[in-house]
């Protein structure tokens, strides 16, 4: 199982914004990071806990190990407004609730 | 350009049945799995199972086994996603994604395809 927090936050452009996933059990790094924009499919951001996928921007990051991860937006931009979600790399694998940041 | 096209919204009744596709291109088809999740508003998604396309080995969630099957047609590079009997709770949106082996993270998406039962 994994719990996300917070459920949502509201945050500024220009802020740095933090959201952490702990997981049940320890997990190794086998987590990844989506971003969910309304009407449309997820899209990975981040897998192996700290990997930044192809064509992800920079101020994305990933970290952790084990039971506790964070992704961290180093510098909110406003088409980062969306909803977070982590994601347990397993063969029958199982996502958080989401963290929806919304605009301040 | 890897492409995952699913098909349109469905509006059911309770009892009816339905299969949904996902149409891919831009890769080799059979090089990569394709998974099914089930996303209700509020929640995380909810992965449903997969199906490798070599030779259409399925495994299923417990959660989903035994009410849906997933299939596929080589010759479109096509996978389905099929219930025999719906019900009003099956009604979510329905996403097919990508995966190079059963832990890997899903790299493409496609677009979704909202079903609604009632």
């Known amino acids: 199982q994994l719990t996300q927090s917070p459920p949502s936050l509201s945050a500024s452009v220009g802020d740095r914004v933090t959201i952490t996933c702990r997981a049940s059990?320890?997990?190794?790094?086998?987590l990844a990071w989506y971003q969910q924009k309304p009407g449309k499919a997820p899209k990975l951001l981040i897998y192996?806990?700290?990997i930044l996928q192809s064509g992800v921007p920079s101020r994305f990051s990933g970290s952790g190990s084990g039971t506790d991860f964070t992704l961290t937006i180093s510098s909110l931009q406003p088409e980062d407004f969306a909803t977070y979600y982590c994601?347990?790399?397993?063969?029958?694998?199982?996502f958080g609730g989401g963290t929806k940041v919304e605009i301040k | 350009e890897v492409q995952l096209v699913q098909s349109g919204a469905e509006i059911k009744t309770p009892g009816e049945s339905l299969r949904i596709s996902c149409q891919t291109s831009?890769?080799?088809?059979?090089?990569?799995?394709i998974n099914w999740l089930r996303h209700m508003p509020g929640k995380g998604p909810e992965w449903m199972g997969r199906?490798?396309?070599?030779?259409?080995?399925?495994t299923y969630s417990p959660s989903f086994q035994g009410h849906v099957t997933i299939s596929i047609d080589k010759s479109i590079n096509t996978a389905y996603l099929q219930w025999s009997s719906l019900k009003a709770s099956d009604t979510a949106i329905y996403y097919c994604?990508?995966?190079?082996?059963?832990?890997?993270?899903?790299?493409?998406w496609g677009q979704g395809t909202l079903v609604s039962v009632s």
């Open positions: 831009g890769y080799t088809f059979s090089s990569y799995w």
């Open positions: 994601q347990e790399l397993h063969i029958y694998p199982h």
């Open positions: 199906i490798d396309p070599r030779d259409s080995f399925t």
């Open positions: 994604a990508r995966s190079t082996v059963p832990a890997a993270p899903f790299d493409n």
């Open positions: 192996a806990a700290s």
């Open positions: 059990q320890g997990i190794n790094n086998y």
